[in-house]
């Protein structure tokens, strides 16, 4: 059965139990965060030893508050939280989300506790995020409920349920905080210890949502591997899934218990599970980002064949050697794209995919090479995805190759991956910003990214 979780992601007022006066305490920090960012709606500090919170009125408890509350932040120890969830459910609050941690994650006393809260909520039909979590973001309708402060958030298709605060914390800070190829990003959703709300619910919140286009997991645990892979395999090919799922050995079974109180899983099944379905299983938080990245960025893919269009033939062969190992297959170019790549290179060298260009550089000139080498790729039929590895020292740049690559995936709707390395890697990024080019640090994440675009669509 389907439950409506909208109080909890989506909240139309919230409150705060544990607002602080002290900007500096993770309660004055969230609060802040919420007052500071926009949210929509009604915002309640509950203080009883404080007449207003950063300007607003503070309530002595939850039901002083003149109206049914959607959403409850709980920020104080866990000694308090049973007075807490009681005020939630004596005030009829619809949901709450408990900050702090000390629960299952800390040993037996603290499950005991994390399981009678869960069974209050439960009887009282209140629904619950956490505990131990950092909080939650949802940009829609303005909720930067994290105590990590974010002056800027990219917002996006991207909707994220996580079990690890760094995705509206440190990791998610350091994305936004970029300049260029920021992650849009509209809901990130951490449950920390997932007491009650999980990953089932959230993929029914996302199917019908419509602003989320990508959905991404970072779970340690899956409660109910059939229904939730019942429910995936539904989205194929509308919504592509993204699943960060760590714990893969006894060790990380052991780290992951300690980290949220998960329980260990049979990981051979939950790989197998996923991939019959067609969820995409990332390794690791840069995977998790680039892969997101991507899909959020690009095209879906019509076909497996990449053509390579490089200016190193060492990058061209591990190009190769990867597109290969991810399950893709090299472009066979046509006669006329061979002969216009020709038209670059000396009479003594043959043209092949990869195409390796930089000797045209030297033959006739930078823009010219660029221009020829990289049309060609994109502009040939066999070519379904194009991966880009390029060298960008001085004698490579010229003032259009923003506008150039800019160009190019305007005209062809084909997905990209670009990689650069060179002094003028750093312009030429801030040159495709906004054009729907993800920019990958090395030749492994780009082709990894092309692979996991392809296998979302075919």
């Known amino acids: 059965m389907m439950r409506d979780i909208q109080p909890l992601v989506a909240p139309r007022s919230i409150a705060v139990i544990g607002a602080s006066t002290n900007a500096t305490k993770s309660g004055g920090i969230l609060f802040s965060n919420l007052r500071e960012g926009g949210f929509a709606g009604p915002l309640y500090p509950i203080n009883p030893r404080a007449p207003d919170v950063m300007g607003l009125k503070a309530y002595p408890d939850l039901k002083s508050v003149p109206e049914q509350v959607d959403l409850v932040y709980i920020v104080l120890p866990s000694q308090h939280m049973e007075a807490a969830i009681q005020q939630c459910i004596e005030a009829k ?238 472009a066979s170019f046509e006669p006329a794209t061979l002969k216009k790549m020709a038209t670059i290179f000396p009479d003594w060298l043959t043209p092949a995919n990869p195409y390796d260009f930089w000797i045209g550089i030297d033959v006739v000139g930078a823009q010219e090479a660029h221009e020829t080498g990289l049309s060609a790729v994109f502009e040939d039929p066999n070519v379904d995805l194009v991966l880009c590895t390029l060298l960008a020292p001085p004698n490579a740049d010229f003032p259009e190759m923003g506008e150039l690559l800019r160009a190019l995936r305007r005209k062809h709707d084909k997905p990209v991956a670009l990689v650069i390395y060179g002094s003028a890697g750093g312009r030429w990024t801030k040159e495709v910003e906004g054009a729907g080019i993800p920019v990958f640090a090395t030749v492994r994440a780009g082709a990894r990214a092309l692979a996991m675009v392809a296998n979302a669509t075919l």
């Open 93 to 330: 609050a619809r949901a709450a989300c408990i900050i702090t941690a000390g629960f299952s994650e800390s040993g037996p006393a603290g499950k005991a506790l994390e399981d009678k809260i869960r069974d209050a909520a439960k009887h009282a039909g209140l629904l619950l995020a956490g505990p131990n979590t950092i909080g939650m973001v949802n940009v829609d309708c303005g909720m930067m409920g994290s105590f990590v402060n974010f002056p800027h958030w990219e917002k996006g298709g991207i909707s994220l349920f996580t079990q690890t605060g760094i995705f509206t914390g440190a990791l998610m800070r350091q994305v936004m905080d970029s300049d260029v190829q920021r992650l849009p990003i509209s809901k990130s959703i951490d449950v920390g210890n997932k007491i009650d709300v999980d990953e089932v619910d959230f993929l029914d919140f996302a199917a019908d949502d419509p602003e989320t286009k990508v959905i991404g997991f970072y779970i340690e645990s899956i409660r109910n591997l059939p229904v939730f892979v019942e429910k995936a395999r539904a989205l194929r090919g509308r919504k592509p899934i993204v699943m960060l799922k760590p714990g893969r050995t006894a060790p990380g079974k052991i780290a992951s218990a300690g980290h949220t109180g998960s329980p260990p899983s049979d990981d051979a099944a939950v790989e197998k599970a996923l991939r019959d379905t067609g969820i995409l299983r990332v390794e690791d938080e840069d995977d998790f980002v680039g892969v997101l990245r991507a899909l959020a960025m690009l095209p879906p893919a019509k076909g497996r064949r990449v053509g390579i269009a490089t200016t190193s033939g060492a990058l061209g062969v591990i190009a190769t050697d990867l597109v290969t190992d991810y399950g893709l297959e090299l």
